[in-house]
């Protein structure tokens, strides 16, 4: 036993050497003190002469220095001791080829290749051997016939499709990732990042697409094949596409609906709600009540549906009436609980906004909060839309008291500073400017951007205008037409507009009078009558505080509602150039840059 304890002694003293040593000789390598270098790989040589690292390391030393003649030597010895490791043939063609000896460099790598043996550590040394010297074709040809020798064409197809890549060959560059991922389906993910990096332009994915469309005919039954043509779909936003994909993948592997879920929501979130019906559709009709996406499926169904119905503002009162009843049979079936609060309060949110029936909206938001079973930010959130829709009503008692209720249950997170926000914004409504304008300036250290840029302008807004008149008359006409609007009294709103200019003519509130006024024509969808004002404000007034607001809406508008992106460019361009202090101006850059195709992360 204590031979055996020396033994083992021994072993570890001698790793511990030898590791302080190849530590040493690195050192020396890296700082380019070569003849130190070699004098310690070849020491480490002697310990452990077939360890490939320290004699590369010991040949590139030597190389170094010029002293060919003794790196000659060296590999000639090293060759006749180990002849089946046909990469140090590489090796001797790289010392001719730093001697300009180009023929005899090209016969010694030919030599490597001929002699390959079906070694799979062997074929990946000498690829490996190619590629350390940029010699991709070479590499390239090594690896093939590797394949061929081991008479396994997939063996090195990860190895062969990274040279392509190198070489910018996307065709074969694809091909071998493929044939890389046939036999690897739980990798599936790893080759979708590789193919993420590399694929640049529509014409990548289209010959992915091809190449896969082929595979999927010669091998049917590979579930690698639709899995990444399903991914392909979805890159090129073909979400219909990328449904059948899913659709038949689930079906062939008895899932549970998931990966048809996710692109119900990939859809949804890209506007597509044709598709994102079909989707989740399937899971309804087809996953059963038991499911646990059914729900939620039920759900996305639902929300897809209305956002169809009105994202162009051109529903009729039928269309509305035939996804209330969807709402209702839906509840009645599974009632108003934690499994469907979220659902409910989407249907609260419908019946005030679309259907204009806030009584009804109150009665369901009153029926949710009730629950103690619901989810606190449910409830939180469904007391926030409760606040606005009695703020809606006039009843501003009712919705200051449970903006307050929000505020004081979640101080710290982002529900508390949106109530704080809106109790601050009710205040101002109703000519509370001082108090309003307090809060304001706290709010403008929330930690959403949102909410502090919003604080900000009003907080600036109010400060500006108090100052100016020895009367808030002005500011209260104004205030008041904010209100008329938010409650989507949209005539009345005009009316009291209107009055600011006729009762104060010249009045510095001009700017924000015709601000007002288009964001109320974009609630009616007459765009054209929102750009010419949001314009003029931009023209005649550079230099006020609603300029950067109306660029920044003139940008939106062209953007998501007249698909016009080179247009929005411009004033998003405008904006962060000309008013680099603004709120707005990050966002502005941000959305830009997207427009434009920047990689934004």
Same mark, same amino acid.
């Given at each position: 036993?204590?031979?055996?304890?020396?033994?083992?002694?021994?072993?570890?003293?001698?790793?511990?050497?030898?590791?302080?040593?190849?530590?040493?000789?690195?050192?020396?390598?890296?700082?380019?003190?070569?003849?130190?270098?070699?004098?310690?790989?070849?020491?480490?040589?002697?310990?452990?002469?077939?360890?490939?690292?320290?004699?590369?390391?010991?040949?590139?030393?030597?190389?170094?220095?010029?002293?060919?003649?003794?790196?000659?030597?060296?590999?000639?010895?090293?060759?006749?001791?180990?002849?089946?490791?046909?990469?140090?043939?590489?090796?001797?063609?790289?010392?001719?080829?730093?001697?300009?000896?180009?023929?005899?460099?090209?016969?010694?790598?030919?030599?490597?290749?001929?002699?390959?043996?079906?070694?799979?550590?062997?074929?990946?040394?000498?690829?490996?051997?190619?590629?350390?010297?940029?010699?991709?074709?070479?590499?390239?040809?090594?690896?093939?016939?590797?394949?061929?020798?081991?008479?396994?064409?997939?063996?090195?197809?990860?190895?062969?499709?990274?040279?392509?890549?190198?070489?910018?060959?996307?065709?074969?560059?694809?091909?071998?990732?493929?044939?890389?991922?046939?036999?690897?389906?739980?990798?599936?993910?790893?080759?979708?990042?590789?193919?993420?990096?590399?694929?640049?332009?529509?014409?990548?994915?289209?010959?992915?697409?091809?190449?896969?469309?082929?595979?999927?005919?010669?091998?049917?039954?590979?579930?690698?094949?639709?899995?990444?043509?399903?991914?392909?779909?979805?890159?090129?936003?073909?979400?219909?596409?990328?449904?059948?994909?899913?659709?038949?993948?689930?079906?062939?592997?008895?899932?549970?609906?998931?990966?048809?879920?996710?692109?119900?929501?990939?859809?949804?979130?890209?506007?597509?709600?044709?598709?994102?019906?079909?989707?989740?559709?399937?899971?309804?009709?087809?996953?059963?009540?038991?499911?646990?996406?059914?729900?939620?499926?039920?759900?996305?169904?639902?929300?897809?549906?209305?956002?169809?119905?009105?994202?162009?503002?051109?529903?009729?009162?039928?269309?509305?009436?035939?996804?209330?009843?969807?709402?209702?049979?839906?509840?009645?079936?599974?009632?108003?609980?934690?499994?469907?609060?979220?659902?409910?309060?989407?249907?609260?949110?419908?019946?005030?906004?679309?259907?204009?029936?806030?009584?009804?909206?109150?009665?369901?938001?009153?029926?949710?909060?009730?629950?103690?079973?619901?989810?606190?930010?449910?409830?939180?959130?469904?007391?926030?839309?409760?606040?606005?829709?009695?703020?809606?009503?006039?009843?501003?008692?009712? @919705?200051?008291? =449970? /903006? *307050?209720? +929000?505020?004081?249950?979640?101080? #710290?997170?982002?529900?508390?500073?949106? %109530?704080? $926000?809106?109790?601050?914004?009710?205040?101002?409504?109703?000519?509370?400017?001082?108090?309003?304008?307090?809060?304001?300036?706290?709010?403008?250290?929330?930690?959403?951007?949102?909410?502090?840029?919003?604080?900000?302008?009003?907080?600036?807004?109010?400060?500006?205008?108090?100052?100016?008149?020895?009367?808030?008359?002005?500011?209260?006409?104004?205030?008041?037409?904010?209100?008329?609007?938010?409650?989507?009294?949209?005539?009345?709103?005009?009316?009291?507009?209107?009055?600011?200019?006729?009762?104060?003519?010249?009045?510095?509130?001009?700017?924000?009078?015709?601000?007002?006024?288009?964001?109320?024509?974009?609630?009616?969808?007459?765009?054209?009558? @929102?750009?010419? =004002? /949001? *314009?003029? +404000?931009?023209?005649?007034?550079? #230099?006020?505080?609603?300029?950067?607001? %109306?660029? $920044?809406?003139?940008?939106?508008?062209?953007?998501?509602?007249?698909?016009?992106?080179?247009?929005?460019?411009?004033?998003?361009?405008?904006?962060?150039?000309?008013?680099?202090?603004?709120?707005?101006?990050?966002?502005?850059?941000?959305?830009?840059?997207?427009?434009?195709?920047?990689?934004?992360?």
């Amino acid at each position: 036993m204590r031979i055996t304890g020396f033994i083992l002694l021994f072993f570890l003293l001698s790793l511990a050497m030898n590791g302080q040593d190849s530590r040493l000789a690195n050192q020396y390598y890296q700082t380019g003190e070569y003849e130190k270098a070699a004098e310690v790989y070849k020491m480490l040589l002697e310990k452990t002469p077939r360890n490939d690292y320290y004699f590369s390391r010991y040949i590139e030393s030597l190389l170094a220095m010029e002293n060919f003649q003794l790196a000659e030597k060296e590999i000639k010895k090293q060759i006749s001791t180990q002849p089946h490791h046909v990469q140090l043939y590489v090796t001797y063609g790289n010392l001719y080829e730093r001697q300009f000896m180009s023929e005899k460099a090209d016969a010694q790598y030919r030599k490597a290749i001929d002699n390959v043996p079906p070694d799979i550590a062997i074929i990946s040394k000498l690829g490996n051997a190619f590629i350390r010297l940029t010699k991709y074709d070479l590499a390239i040809e090594a690896f093939d016939k590797g394949g061929r020798i081991m008479n396994n064409d997939q063996i090195f197809a990860y190895n062969l499709a990274d040279l392509y890549r190198r070489k910018g060959d996307v065709p074969r560059m694809i091909k071998y990732y493929i044939k890389a991922s046939s036999n690897n389906p739980t990798q599936a993910v790893k080759y979708k990042t590789h193919f993420q990096r590399n694929l640049k332009t529509d014409e990548d994915y289209e010959e992915l697409r091809k190449q896969l469309f082929e595979r999927i005919q010669k091998e049917p039954d590979n579930i690698v094949y639709p899995e990444l043509l399903e991914w392909v779909y979805i890159q090129k936003k073909e979400y219909n596409r990328a449904l059948r994909q899913a659709r038949a993948l689930d079906r062939n592997l008895d899932e549970n609906g998931t990966r048809v879920y996710n692109i119900a929501d990939i859809a949804y979130n890209a506007g597509d709600y044709d598709t994102a019906i079909k989707a989740y559709e399937y899971i309804v009709d087809n996953k059963g009540i038991n499911n646990s996406l059914y729900v939620d499926a039920k759900r996305g169904m639902l929300k897809s549906k209305r956002n169809k119905i009105t994202r162009n503002y051109n529903y009729t009162i039928q269309d509305l009436d035939s996804l209330d009843f969807e709402y209702q049979k839906f509840i009645a079936e599974f009632g108003i609980n934690a499994r469907t609060d979220q659902l409910v309060k989407e249907y609260a949110d419908f019946l005030a906004i679309y259907k204009n029936d806030l009584d009804a909206s109150i009665e369901v938001l009153n029926q949710l909060i009730g629950l103690a079973s619901i989810n606190k930010y449910v409830k939180a959130n469904s007391k926030i839309s409760l606040a606005d829709y009695f703020l809606m009503k006039g009843e501003v008692w009712e @919705a200051t008291l =449970l /903006y *307050s209720q +929000v505020e004081k249950d979640f101080t #710290e997170e982002y529900l508390g500073e949106i %109530s704080r $926000f809106k109790n601050a914004r009710l205040a101002y409504f109703i000519g509370n400017f001082e108090w309003a304008q307090e809060q304001f300036d706290i709010l403008k250290a929330a930690t959403s951007r949102l909410i502090s840029n919003d604080a900000i302008d009003l907080s600036v807004f109010i400060m500006d205008n108090l100052g100016l008149d020895t009367t808030d008359v002005p500011l209260q006409l104004y205030a008041d037409a904010e209100l008329l609007t938010f409650q989507n009294r949209f005539d009345e709103a005009f009316v009291k507009l209107d009055s600011i200019a006729a009762l104060f003519p010249d009045h510095s509130l001009d700017d924000d009078v015709k601000y007002q006024k288009a964001k109320i024509y974009v609630k009616l969808n007459d765009f054209d009558t @929102a750009i010419k =004002l /949001y *314009s003029e +404000v931009v023209e005649k007034y550079p #230099e006020d505080i609603r300029a950067d607001n %109306s660029l $920044f809406a003139l940008g939106e508008i062209h953007e998501n509602q007249l698909n016009a992106p080179d247009q929005a460019m411009k004033y998003y361009e405008k904006l962060f150039m000309d008013y680099s202090n603004s709120t707005f101006a990050v966002e502005a850059r941000k959305r830009f840059r997207i427009l434009r195709g920047d990689d934004i992360q």
